[in-house]
């Protein structure tokens, strides 16, 4: 690994950082080329040649990015900024109320109070951050915005605290994280986050807690994680198996999947395991453990092993693609399609057929995925008379792989007796694939 990426934990639910963000990270926060200089919008908007207003969907996305490297470098000033960087947050604080951008305000305005507490030396900082996660909430007829801020100087703390791996705050953050409001898929999130940073095994419930409510849509999970932040997830199969030898670990996380409704992402933790997991979970997929949810490691196994790309587990995927419960059957699809073993055809063929619809769909797209003209006629009966058209476009896009020449007179009628427009284009779409082979 190179200096950059060295600073990359493995990303188990959240997006790993940029390779942009790891050299904003590495910049200084003065100097001729230095943090403050992206706190210049006017510049910066120049320099990505982006307009001063949102149009296309592009412009939308750049804006987003724009943003979030702002975020990023406030963030960051207030993490290694001196007295210098307070004059260029002053500003942009002054410039955000302005165009009422009252977050972005704020954020900068903590950043700075942040860079005056640590001029008094790490514990004074320490301390002063811990008092921000303790924070009293708003009172009842407080403003929008004053509650907004009031959140957001807790969670400034907490981060802070993450930073420096402070377990003097830990304490702290997981009474704050216990408060009703704190207690949901996105603030509490950001103060898990703190709390993977510091890796105090205090917080090992905390973290499974938060984890089983994780929705990766809030924005608290779509911050990208920062240059040597862990994963959540990552973090708490870390604390949870310390001690413990390989064996063992697999062991624990095939068995948290049978015993724990929480989904705590074990099947992503034995992938990033690999091919030490692959005996385990094949065992698991034959035959789960005793306990409460047996599906859950079944679909578990199948996922982590169609991810491993683990050929030892394509006869029993075979078996359950076809016997299988409904729950189980489109897992075992989506796996053996990943896998890449073209001896799974015949099972995926006949799964195709099956009335359940995600059965369908996923032998559908595993045929697709195997590229096996032997499913060409099944592919094409589907395409031709299947009612639903949803199946009808599933079968025309896994035609593209599986169709070979002798189907084109009847992909050529199909264009014109198709009602579905969307259909109608993967089946143009189609027959250039085969034409060009």
């Known amino acids: 690994l190179d200096q950059t990426q060295s600073l990359v934990y493995p990303a188990v639910i959240e997006r790993p950082a940029t390779q942009e963000e790891i050299r904003i990270w590495n910049e200084p926060a003065a100097g001729p080329r230095s943090l403050r200089d992206y706190l210049n919008r006017d510049a910066q908007r120049k320099l990505i040649a982006l307009g001063p207003r949102v149009g296309p969907l592009e412009d939308l996305q750049a804006a987003s990015q724009f943003l979030l490297r702002e975020y990023f470098v406030v963030t960051r000033l207030g993490d290694i ?172 996380m095939i068995r948290s999947m049978v015993n724990d409704p929480a989904p705590l992402r074990a099947y992503s933790m034995l992938e990033l395991i690999g091919k030490p997991a692959v005996p385990a979970l094949v065992s698991a997929l034959k035959t789960p453990p005793s306990g409460r949810f047996p599906q859950t490691v079944t679909i578990g196994s199948a996922m982590a092993l169609g991810n491993l790309r683990a050929v030892e587990a394509v006869p029993t995927l075979r078996d359950l693609v076809l016997n299988g419960t409904p729950v189980i059957r489109p897992f075992s699809a989506h796996a053996l399609g990943q896998i890449g073993d073209r001896s799974a055809v015949p099972e995926l063929m006949q799964a195709a057929t099956n009335p359940d619809r995600m059965t369908q769909s996923a032998a559908i797209g595993a045929l697709g995925a195997l590229a096996d003209a032997r499913a060409e006629g099944v592919l094409l009966k589907l395409l031709e008379s299947h009612p639903d058209p949803n199946v009808r476009y599933d079968a025309a896009r896994a035609l593209a792989t599986s169709g070979t020449r002798s189907s084109s007179a009847t992909l050529q009628k199909l264009l014109s007796t198709e009602q579905e427009a969307n259909i109608r284009f993967e089946i143009g779409k189609t027959l250039d694939a085969i034409r060009s082979r």
């Open 81 to 252: 900024g001196g007295p210098d960087a307070v004059p260029a947050l002053e500003r942009y604080v002054s410039e955000r109320e302005a165009d009422r951008e009252f977050d972005a305000a704020t954020k900068a305005r903590l950043a700075i109070e942040r860079i005056r507490s640590r001029q008094e030396g790490k514990n004074a900082y320490v301390t002063e951050m811990i008092r921000w996660v303790q924070w009293p909430d708003a009172a009842p007829n407080a403003s929008v915005q004053q509650q907004k801020d009031q959140l957001r100087r807790v969670i400034e703390g907490a981060r802070a605290l993450g930073v420096m791996k402070a377990s003097e705050g830990v304490p702290a953050i997981i009474a704050r994280r216990d408060q009703p409001e704190w207690d949901n898929t996105h603030f509490g999130f950001f103060l898990v986050r703190a709390l993977a940073r510091i890796g105090d095994p205090r917080a090992l419930k905390t973290l499974h807690d938060q984890l089983g409510n994780f929705a990766d849509y809030v924005p608290s999970a779509q911050l990208p994680l920062e240059p040597g932040e862990p994963d959540v997830a990552w973090a708490y199969w870390q604390m949870r198996t310390q001690g413990m030898n390989m064996g063992e670990t697999i062991n624990d």
